[in-house]
């Protein structure tokens, strides 16, 4: 799981490191989550959302690739809204 953020979206991607292949994605620039902005409670939000795709999926385990970003703020309230989903780091 890879987070990137910026000051406009948040996105998020699951990607098999195997075969280099996207499983699950989402996005605050989708259609359906535009009400969504890049703050703490926002980032929370697309955190359950990634969580139930996940579990759509059938995978509760992923590791967790912040990207260079420091863990607090938006990226731990997008952790905890992925853990508050049922996932696993």
Not at 6 to 22: A, E, P, Y
Not at 78 to 83: H, I, L, M, S
Request: overall charge positive; aromatic content about 6%.
């Amino acid at each position: 799981m890879t987070v990137t953020k910026s000051n406009r979206s948040l996105s998020v991607q699951i990607i098999d490191d195997i075969k280099g292949h996207t499983l699950v994605s989402a996005s605050s620039l989708e259609k359906d989550l535009k009400n969504i902005k890049t703050t703490v409670a926002g980032a929370g939000q697309l955190g359950e959302i990634i969580g139930k795709r996940l579990l759509e999926k059938n995978i509760k385990t992923v590791v967790f690739d912040r990207n260079g970003y420091l863990y607090h703020g938006i990226i731990k309230a997008f952790a905890d809204g992925a853990r508050k989903a049922g996932i696993e780091f």
